[in-house]
T-cell receptor
């Protein structure tokens, strides 16, 4: 079975601080992509960052970076210099080569950024 | 470029009725995927359409169906609605649904079944 586990249902961080959201996944496929999506209260799902499984270098997008540990099947998201606009649900997801259009999502982590 | 649009944004139906939701992908995108989001089950893949053909399907009953038109717009239909069908229905588009392509999501249609 292909699964994504996000063990932190809710997290809180103060503005300008750093926070790390955890994600583990399970798949028997060797070729896949991992994603972090953000869903603000307005509900529009937005891509935050993506990582190809074959790339060892961790992806970064401005204040967002990942720690990809392939052997451990771990894909955590680090948000640096947190901003109020980062308040949202964050979903970890992956897609495999065999089911290229089917995203498998975790249950999400609700992140609250406070003053 | 305009993003993915979905209509209607909100819908209230009663049990036993049927409903049709619409999704217009980003211009040039030919793949449209549908997802159901509920508090209990989270985000689940319904199906994907490409070139007017259903290419992938999730584990949903046959009451859930869809189609895609020649302009890549897609519709999703749910017949004989049940209370458990209350959910946010999201569609996402990508260029060709190929491996590695990013899916871009619409704002969703919130369906309430009474």
């Amino acid at each position: 079975a292909q699964t994504v586990t996000q063990s932190q249902p809710e997290m809180s961080v103060q503005e300008a601080e750093t926070v790390t959201l955890s994600c583990t996944y399970d798949t028997s496929e060797s070729n896949y992509y991992l994603f972090w999506y953000k869903q603000p209260p307005s509900r529009q799902m937005i891509l935050v960052i993506r990582q190809e499984a074959y790339k060892q270098q961790n992806a970064t997008e401005n204040r967002f970076s990942v720690n990809f540990q392939k052997a451990a099947k771990s894909f955590s998201l680090k948000i640096s210099d947190s901003q109020l606009g980062d308040t949202a649900m964050y979903f970890c997801a992956f897609i495999t080569e065999k089911a290229a259009s089917k995203l498998t999502f975790g249950t999400g982590t609700r992140l609250q950024v406070t003053l | 470029k305009a993003g993915v649009t979905q209509t209607p944004r909100y819908l209230i139906k009663t049990r036993g009725q049927q409903v049709t939701l619409s999704c217009s992908p980003i211009s040039g995108h030919r793949s449209v995927s549908w997802y159901q989001q509920t508090p209990g089950q989270g985000l689940q893949f319904l199906f994907e359409y490409f070139s007017e053909t259903q290419r992938n399907k999730g584990n949903f009953p046959g009451r859930f169906s869809g189609r895609q038109f020649s302009n890549s717009r897609s519709e999703m239909n749910v017949s004989t609605l049940e209370l458990g069908d209350s959910a946010l229905y999201l569609c996402a588009s990508s260029l060709n649904g190929a491996f590695g392509e990013t899916q871009y999501f619409g704002p969703g249609t919130r369906l309430l079944v009474l």
